[in-house]
Protein backbone atom coordinates (compact mmCIF):
# COMPACT_ATOMS: atom_id res chain seq x y z
CA UNK A 1 0.00 0.00 0.00
CA UNK A 2 1.32 3.56 -0.80
CA UNK A 3 3.62 5.80 2.00
CA UNK A 4 2.64 9.05 1.88
CA UNK A 5 4.87 11.63 3.07
CA UNK A 6 4.16 15.67 3.38
CA UNK A 7 7.21 17.99 3.11
CA UNK A 8 7.34 21.99 3.22
CA UNK A 9 8.81 24.92 5.68
CA UNK A 10 7.15 26.72 8.55
CA UNK A 11 3.85 27.47 7.90
CA UNK A 12 3.32 25.53 5.05
CA UNK A 13 -0.12 23.81 6.68
CA UNK A 14 1.45 20.32 6.40
CA UNK A 15 -0.29 19.20 9.97
CA UNK A 16 -3.63 20.35 8.64
CA UNK A 17 -3.40 19.09 4.94
CA UNK A 18 -2.45 15.76 6.32
CA UNK A 19 -4.93 14.94 8.58
CA UNK A 20 -7.56 16.32 5.67
CA UNK A 21 -6.27 13.82 3.34
CA UNK A 22 -6.15 11.04 6.04
CA UNK A 23 -10.19 11.62 6.40
CA UNK A 24 -10.89 12.04 2.89
CA UNK A 25 -8.39 8.28 1.80
CA UNK A 26 -10.16 6.65 4.92
CA UNK A 27 -13.76 7.16 3.75
CA UNK A 28 -12.39 5.52 -0.16
CA UNK A 29 -10.24 2.61 1.18
CA UNK A 30 -10.52 2.09 4.95
CA UNK A 31 -7.05 1.56 6.78
CA UNK A 32 -4.69 4.69 6.66
CA UNK A 33 -2.54 5.00 9.31
CA UNK A 34 -1.54 8.76 10.39
CA UNK A 35 1.55 9.81 12.06
CA UNK A 36 4.60 12.42 12.40
CA UNK A 37 8.07 13.09 12.92
CA UNK A 38 9.74 14.20 15.23
CA UNK A 39 7.21 12.00 17.43
CA UNK A 40 4.44 8.86 16.79
CA UNK A 41 5.98 6.77 19.75
CA UNK A 42 6.81 7.32 23.04
CA UNK A 43 10.21 8.04 22.31
CA UNK A 44 9.70 10.13 19.17
CA UNK A 45 7.30 12.36 21.12
CA UNK A 46 10.01 13.13 24.33
CA UNK A 47 12.64 13.49 21.39
CA UNK A 48 10.46 16.09 20.18
CA UNK A 49 10.33 18.04 23.19
CA UNK A 50 13.91 18.15 23.39
CA UNK A 51 14.26 19.36 19.52
CA UNK A 52 11.74 21.45 19.14
CA UNK A 53 11.10 23.09 23.18
CA UNK A 54 14.46 24.13 23.86
CA UNK A 55 15.08 26.93 25.98
CA UNK A 56 15.45 30.17 24.65
CA UNK A 57 19.44 30.56 23.79
CA UNK A 58 20.29 26.49 24.32
CA UNK A 59 22.24 25.92 21.71
CA UNK A 60 21.95 22.16 20.35
CA UNK A 61 25.28 20.92 18.19
CA UNK A 62 24.20 20.26 14.09
CA UNK A 63 25.37 16.79 14.33
CA UNK A 64 23.32 16.34 17.63
CA UNK A 65 20.75 17.17 16.05
CA UNK A 66 20.44 15.43 12.94
CA UNK A 67 21.54 12.55 15.78
CA UNK A 68 18.44 13.04 17.49
CA UNK A 69 16.15 12.77 14.79
CA UNK A 70 17.47 9.61 12.98
CA UNK A 71 16.90 8.58 16.27
CA UNK A 72 13.44 9.39 16.24
CA UNK A 73 13.01 8.15 13.01
CA UNK A 74 14.16 4.82 13.43
CA UNK A 75 12.00 3.78 16.14
CA UNK A 76 9.48 5.78 14.26
CA UNK A 77 9.81 3.30 11.21
CA UNK A 78 10.18 0.26 13.44
CA UNK A 79 7.12 0.53 15.45
CA UNK A 80 4.39 2.16 13.04
CA UNK A 81 5.44 2.40 9.89
CA UNK A 82 6.69 -0.73 8.47
CA UNK A 83 4.09 -2.89 10.43
CA UNK A 84 1.30 -0.64 8.88
CA UNK A 85 2.66 -1.46 5.74
CA UNK A 86 3.19 -4.96 6.05
CA UNK A 87 -0.45 -5.36 7.53
CA UNK A 88 -2.01 -3.59 4.04
CA UNK A 89 -1.95 -0.10 5.68
CA UNK A 90 -1.45 3.43 3.52
CA UNK A 91 0.50 5.23 5.62
CA UNK A 92 0.71 9.25 6.04
CA UNK A 93 3.10 10.85 7.93
CA UNK A 94 4.44 14.32 8.36
CA UNK A 95 7.57 14.80 7.84
CA UNK A 96 10.14 12.31 6.73
CA UNK A 97 13.60 11.68 5.97
CA UNK A 98 13.89 14.62 3.27
CA UNK A 99 13.29 16.98 6.65
CA UNK A 100 16.59 15.98 7.61
CA UNK A 101 18.45 16.84 4.22
CA UNK A 102 16.52 20.03 3.95
CA UNK A 103 16.77 21.29 7.33
CA UNK A 104 20.25 19.36 8.87
CA UNK A 105 21.87 19.55 4.99
CA UNK A 106 20.81 22.94 3.48
CA UNK A 107 19.20 25.11 6.70
CA UNK A 108 22.82 23.71 8.47
CA UNK A 109 24.86 23.19 5.82
CA UNK A 110 25.63 18.98 7.33
CA UNK A 111 27.36 16.41 4.77
CA UNK A 112 24.28 15.53 2.47
CA UNK A 113 26.19 12.11 1.70
CA UNK A 114 26.51 11.87 5.44
CA UNK A 115 22.48 12.31 6.15
CA UNK A 116 21.53 10.24 3.52
CA UNK A 117 23.45 7.60 4.86
CA UNK A 118 22.38 7.77 8.01
CA UNK A 119 18.86 8.45 7.32
CA UNK A 120 19.34 4.96 5.27
CA UNK A 121 20.32 3.27 8.52
CA UNK A 122 17.23 4.86 10.36
CA UNK A 123 14.79 3.65 8.54
CA UNK A 124 16.20 0.31 6.46
CA UNK A 125 15.80 1.69 3.44
CA UNK A 126 12.35 2.80 3.25
CA UNK A 127 11.31 5.28 1.51
CA UNK A 128 8.10 7.30 0.19
CA UNK A 129 5.98 6.40 -2.58
CA UNK A 130 4.42 9.65 -2.93
CA UNK A 131 5.72 13.24 -1.57
CA UNK A 132 4.06 16.21 -0.95
CA UNK A 133 6.05 19.62 -0.91
CA UNK A 134 3.78 22.54 0.17
CA UNK A 135 5.71 24.96 -1.10
CA UNK A 136 5.15 28.69 0.43
CA UNK A 137 6.97 31.64 0.56
CA UNK A 138 9.08 32.05 3.62
CA UNK A 139 7.87 35.33 4.97
CA UNK A 140 4.59 33.95 4.70
CA UNK A 141 4.97 30.81 6.18
CA UNK A 142 6.76 32.92 9.41
CA UNK A 143 4.07 34.72 9.53
CA UNK A 144 1.67 32.46 9.71
CA UNK A 145 3.32 30.93 12.63
CA UNK A 146 3.46 33.85 14.75
CA UNK A 147 -0.21 34.10 13.88
CA UNK A 148 -1.13 30.61 15.46
CA UNK A 149 1.20 30.70 18.42
CA UNK A 150 3.59 28.45 19.60
CA UNK A 151 6.55 28.93 18.32
CA UNK A 152 9.10 26.08 18.31
CA UNK A 153 13.12 26.37 17.93
CA UNK A 154 13.04 25.69 14.28
CA UNK A 155 10.70 28.88 13.75
CA UNK A 156 13.09 31.06 15.14
CA UNK A 157 15.65 30.86 12.83
CA UNK A 158 16.41 33.51 10.38
CA UNK A 159 14.97 34.07 7.31
CA UNK A 160 18.42 33.25 5.60
CA UNK A 161 18.12 29.87 7.01
CA UNK A 162 14.41 29.07 6.52
CA UNK A 163 15.13 30.32 2.69
CA UNK A 164 18.21 27.60 2.36
CA UNK A 165 15.51 24.99 3.84
CA UNK A 166 13.05 26.08 0.77
CA UNK A 167 15.50 26.09 -1.84
CA UNK A 168 16.43 22.73 -0.46
CA UNK A 169 13.41 21.05 -0.95
CA UNK A 170 12.49 22.80 -4.34
CA UNK A 171 15.72 21.29 -5.79
CA UNK A 172 15.14 17.37 -3.90
CA UNK A 173 11.45 17.83 -5.42
CA UNK A 174 13.40 19.05 -9.09
CA UNK A 175 15.89 16.02 -8.97
CA UNK A 176 13.35 13.51 -8.39
CA UNK A 177 10.48 14.08 -10.01
CA UNK A 178 8.97 10.97 -10.09
CA UNK A 179 8.04 10.95 -6.25
CA UNK A 180 7.97 14.55 -5.61
CA UNK A 181 4.48 16.61 -6.54
CA UNK A 182 5.17 20.59 -5.21
CA UNK A 183 1.40 21.77 -4.11
CA UNK A 184 1.62 25.77 -4.29
CA UNK A 185 0.49 25.98 -0.42
CA UNK A 186 -0.06 30.33 -0.50
CA UNK A 187 -3.74 30.29 -1.06
CA UNK A 188 -6.70 29.22 1.35
CA UNK A 189 -6.57 26.25 3.63
CA UNK A 190 -9.76 24.75 1.06
CA UNK A 191 -7.95 25.80 -2.00
CA UNK A 192 -4.98 24.17 -0.60
CA UNK A 193 -6.90 20.48 0.25
CA UNK A 194 -8.65 20.52 -3.17
CA UNK A 195 -5.39 21.21 -5.22
CA UNK A 196 -3.48 17.80 -3.17
CA UNK A 197 -6.43 15.99 -3.60
CA UNK A 198 -6.39 16.10 -6.93
CA UNK A 199 -2.08 15.73 -6.97
CA UNK A 200 -3.16 12.33 -4.90
CA UNK A 201 -6.06 11.32 -6.97
CA UNK A 202 -4.31 11.19 -10.18
CA UNK A 203 -0.92 9.68 -8.50
CA UNK A 204 -3.44 6.89 -7.67
CA UNK A 205 -4.61 6.78 -10.99
Not at 65 to 70: A, K, P, Q, R, S
Amino acid sequence: MPFITFEGGEGSGKSIHVRRLRDRLAARIGDVVLTREPGGTTLGERLRGVLLNRPAGERLEPLSELLLFEAARAQLVAEVIAPALERGATVLCDRYADSSLAYQGYGRGLDVGLINRLSTVATGGLTPNLTVLLDVPVELGLSRRQAQGGVNSLDGEDVAFHERVRRGYLEMARREPARWRIVDASGSIDEVAEAIWSVVREWLG
